[in-house]
């Protein structure tokens, strides 16, 4: 019986997957170019910066309004919409730059455009995987955000590759390419069967989720995550280039790729493995290499070592996210509200966390060195939040209040 469900929804799970890979294109491929943005059109690192911020505030937006009204709406129009402004975005990305006097603010508006259509199947991907028919939610949440990883792997390699055969300045043509993924998912999103994760009745209200201290603590948790992933990630092209001293093609291969590599093995781990794992302490584990990768990356003089906390931070980082939802999932009936509020706060961190980075950085004489100093932050307070949350557990903290 559970295998002919799982045919039946192997279309949405596909549609799903494919939908976390369009988000890594939006969240990946701008970062690649920052410093052609900063040679090319002269802009200083530090504005560079905002295009991190603008695409995780925009997200964050979305993330609160979908709280909102993705019920009401309809999960299919939102998630094919979000494939739709996804697709505009990225090609507005090879065009709008040039039509503006100022082209920071042609980026600006097609960074805005795709994040749109990112935030909405951050939101809802998670909440539609939850609703197909599966014994082991945990890794089946895992699984998905693991292609968010596989994206992103494929966006820097390709990309990469692109690169070195037809030149950085073709970047445009390439903007339009990747455009094609998120156009041939909005047939597969118009077609598959997709259900709702709880039903209205059951799920709390936002305001019944803002009296359990579980759920706070988790939004805290979601905000390091996502800064703590986000910060290096955005800058591990231009930290391996300008810190590492590595070439343009090296230092992508090197730095964001292996980083969403080391990610998306620790996701898939947790995937094959997690029903044997305790998570709670999967993830505290996580935490703190997480910290002593960010250390490594901004002390040590030795460019191996820099290079290793760069590369092994994806694989602490890669269960704070989908972990921090499971933890909320398994223990409250939040519905489309909660998944939307956990997106918004990682969002947050993904907004504050490069932006952070890259203004230290600019105030150091752009010493990124400096930048992931400061970045420790993210994981420091991401490791307290958890052994508060474990001893919260051990007190038998109840499920609800109020």
Not at 208 to 228: D, E, N
Not at 244 to 260: E, I, Q, V, Y
Not at 375 to 385: D, E
Request: charged share 10%.
């Amino acid at each position: 019986m559970e295998v002919n469900m799982m045919v039946k929804y192997r279309k949405t799970l596909t549609a799903c997957y494919l939908g976390f890979i369009t988000q890594a294109i939006a969240a990946n491929f701008a970062p690649l170019l920052f410093l052609k943005f900063h040679t090319e059109y002269n802009i200083p690192l530090g504005k560079i910066a905002l295009i991190s911020t603008v695409f995780f505030l925009t997200q964050l937006i979305v993330d609160v309004l979908c709280s909102y009204f993705a019920d009401r709406i309809g999960y299919r129009k939102c998630v094919v919409a979000s494939e739709l402004c996804s697709a505009a975005g990225l090609i507005g990305l090879a065009f709008l730059p040039g039509l503006f006097q100022n082209p920071l603010t042609g980026i600006m508006v097609s960074v805005v455009i795709y994040a749109v259509g990112s935030g909405l199947i951050e939101v809802l991907g998670s909440p539609i995987v939850e609703a197909c028919p599966s014994e082991h939610k945990e890794a089946a949440m895992s699984l998905l955000h693991s292609f968010y990883c596989w994206g992103s792997v494929g966006v820097i390699l390709l990309s990469t590759l692109f690169f070195a055969v037809f030149g950085i300045d073709s970047w445009k043509w390439l903007a339009c390419i990747w455009a094609v993924i998120p156009l041939y998912n909005i047939y597969n999103f118009a077609t598959c069967p997709i259900e709702h994760a709880a039903d209205n009745d059951g799920s709390m209200k936002i305001s019944g989720l803002f009296r359990i201290p579980l759920f706070w603590i988790s939004i805290v948790l979601m905000v390091c995550a996502g800064a703590s992933e986000l910060s290096m990630a955005q800058w591990a092209s231009a930290y391996t280039e300008s810190a590492l001293g590595l070439s343009k093609a090296l230092g992508d291969l090197a730095g964001p790729c292996m980083f969403a590599v080391t990610m998306g093995i620790s996701r898939v781990i947790f995937g094959k493995y997690g029903s044997r794992l305790d998570l709670m302490k999967f993830m505290i584990g996580s935490g703190c290499l997480c910290l002593i990768c960010y250390i490594s990356a901004a002390v040590s003089d030795s460019s191996v070592l820099g290079l290793i906390g760069c590369i092994m931070c994806g694989f602490s980082v890669g269960i704070m996210w989908p972990g921090t939802i499971s933890v909320c999932s398994g223990r409250l009936p939040g519905g489309t509200a909660m998944f939307a509020l956990l997106a918004m706060a990682g969002d947050l961190g993904g907004a504050f966390g490069p932006g952070l980075i890259g203004n230290i950085t600019q105030s150091a004489g752009n010493d990124l060195k400096k930048g992931m100093l400061a970045g420790c932050i993210f994981p420091l307070v991401l490791v307290l939040s958890l052994l508060l949350l474990r001893s919260m557990q051990r007190g038998g903290q109840p499920r609800e209040k109020g």
